[in-house]
T-cell receptor, first 111, second 116 residues
Framework: DAKTTQPPSMDCAEGRAANLPCNHS???????VYWYRQIHSQGPQYIIH???NNETNEMASLIITEDRKSSTLILPHATLRDTAVYYC????????????FGAGTRLTVKP | DAGVTQSPTHLIKTRGQQVTLRCSPK?????VSWYQQALGQGPQFIFQ???????QRGNFPDRFSGHQFPNYSSELNVNALLLGDSALYLC???????????????FGQGTRLTVV
């Protein structure tokens, strides 16, 4: 699976959009991009995933660049409850069944 | 619809002892994966069970073993506990099989194991 690079930490003002970048320059054509988040001491929570098209659900939007070497997770109106560590993961299924979590980005939403 | 449930939530064991952690997958899921998360780090894949067999394994010693039951629930066993085994152990369930194109895994809240 391709390796991902994320900034270690980011701040965002409450009510503003949070844009979390992820670099995956070695991604291959059959690898999906997944985003999870982990609120302190809880299990990771699935947010969204995509292959090459932009995706949106009730939690967030995922923007994948045309060359697929990077992506951005967008939380449109961040709240204090969105403070968490956000993980960007790329993986092939079903060839690799494990998800390789890096250190993630610690997002702090401030009032 | 119950999500992924793990038991116990917290556990304290002594070095050298053995421990068994349990996981019930989300309704409709047939695949269970186990992860270890040390303090301040991301989760690390231990192994995955599908159709009651270990399908893939991460870089963990044989002291870590598992089992999946016919009802898809799973156990993680760790023998000869070391201080370094202290961590949050996470179970994730998903729908496996060749017919599934994209897998989304859902995690439980974890079991916090402390080895003293």
């Amino acid at each position: 699976d391709a390796k991902t690079t994320q900034p270690p930490s980011m701040d965002c003002a409450e009510g503003r959009a949070a844009n979390l970048p992820c670099n995956h320059s070695t991604i291959s054509g059959n690898e999906y991009v997944y985003w999870y988040r982990q609120i302190h001491s809880q299990g990771p929570q699935y947010i969204i995933h995509g292959l090459k098209n932009n995706e949106t659900n009730e939690m967030a939007s995922l923007i994948i660049t045309e060359d697929r070497k990077s992506s951005t997770l967008i939380l449109p109106h961040a709240t204090l409850r969105d403070t968490a560590v956000y993980y960007c993961i790329v993986r092939v299924y079903p060839n690799n069944n494990d998800m390789r979590f890096g250190a993630g980005t610690r997002l702090t939403v401030k009032p | 619809d119950a999500g992924v449930t793990q038991s116990p939530t917290h556990l304290i064991k002594t070095r050298g002892q053995q421990v068994t952690l349990r996981c019930s997958p989300k309704s409709g899921h047939d695949t269970v994966s186990w992860y270890q998360q040390a303090l301040g780090q991301g989760p690390q894949f231990i192994f995955q069970y599908y159709e009651e067999e270990e399908r893939q394994r991460g870089n963990f010693p044989d002291r870590f073993s598992g089992h999946q039951f016919p009802n898809y629930s799973s156990e993680l066993n760790v023998n000869a506990l070391l201080l370094g085994d202290s961590a949050l152990y996470l179970c994730a369930s998903s729908l496996g099989g060749a017919a599934v194109r994209v897998e989304v895994a859902f995690f439980g809240q974890g079991t916090r194991l402390t080895v003293v």
